[in-house]
C-alpha cells in the first residue's frame, strides 16, 4: 500500500513537472518572438529548446529530448558566441536595454506558472497521467495473445532485414537502433550531410575574413 502510494505520488509530481514545463515553453517562445534584442531573443530560443527536451525527457522521448540538447541548443550556443565574435556589443548596453523586459517576463512566468500550479486539481493529474500512460505504453497494460504475436512478427521482420549486417536489433535500446540505422543503411547520407556541413564551415570562415 505504501508503495502504491509513492508511485501514486511520484506520478503526480512528474505531471506537474510536464505542465511547468509546458507552459515553460510557450513563455519562452513568446519570450523569442517578442524581444526587442536579437542577442537575448537568442538566449531565450536555447530556453526553449531545453525546455522542449526536458517536456520530452518527462514524457518518454528520452532519446528526441537528447537530439534537441545536441543538435538545436549545441548548434545555437556556438552561432550565438560566432554572432557575440562578430559584432561588438557591451554587456551593460544589453542590460540596460533588456533589464526591464526581463523583470516583468520573470514576474509574468512566475504568476503563470503558480496559478497553474494552485488551479491544476487531482482528477486533472490523474487524467493527464491516463493519457500519458497510454501514449508512454507501459509495462502494466495486459496484451492480447493476438497482439503479442504480432509485436514479435514485427520484430522478426525488423530483425531479418537487418541480416546484412549482422545485427539483432530485438537486444538494441532505442538509441542503438537510430545509431546502427544512421551508420548502416542510411550512411551516405551521413556522409553527405558531413561534407554540406564541413563546405557550410568553410564558406562561414572566407565571408568573415
Known amino acids: 500500500m505504501f508503495l502504491i502510494e509513492l508511485f501514486n ?3 503526480e509530481l512528474n505531471n506537474s513537472l510536464i505542465v511547468v514545463f509546458e507552459y515553460l515553453s510557450v513563455i519562452t517562445a513568446l519570450c ?3 524581444s526587442r534584442n536579437a542577442v537575448v531573443s537568442i538566449i531565450y530560443l536555447i530556453l526553449l529548446y531545453v525546455n522542449v527536451s526536458i517536456y520530452l525527457f518527462y514524457t518518454g522521448l528520452g532519446v528526441l529530448g537528447l537530439i534537441y540538447i545536441l543538435v538545436y ?3 545555437i550556443a556556438i552561432l ?3 554572432i557575440l565574435s562578430l559584432i561588438n556589443i557591451k554587456i551593460s548596453e544589453l542590460a540596460i536595454v533588456s533589464n526591464k523586459q526581463d523583470v516583468l517576463l520573470i514576474i509574468i512566468s512566475l504568476l503563470t506558472i503558480g496559478f497553474v500550479l494552485v488551479t491544476a486539481s487531482v482528477e486533472d493529474v490523474k487524467a493527464y497521467g491516463d493519457i500519458l500512460s497510454y501514449i508512454n505504453g507501459l509495462s502494466n497494460v495486459d496484451y492480447s495473445a493476438a497482439e503479442i504475436s504480432d509485436s514479435i512478427e514485427v520484430f522478426n521482420v525488423i530483425s531479418s532485414g537487418n541480416q546484412a549486417t549482422g545485427v539483432d536489433l530485438r537486444s538494441y535500446s532505442e538509441l542503438k537502433v ?5 551508420f548502416t543503411q542510411y550512411s551516405v547520407t551521413m556522409l553527405i550531410t558531413g561534407v554540406i556541413l564541413l563546405l557550410t564551415i568553410i564558406g562561414v570562415i572566407i565571408i568573415t575574413k
Open 80 to 82: 550565438f558566441l560566432f
Open 32 to 34: 523569442v518572438v517578442f
Open 73 to 75: 541548443v549545441g548548434a
Open 9 to 11: 505520488t511520484q506520478l
Open 178 to 182: 537510430i545509431g546502427e540505422l544512421l
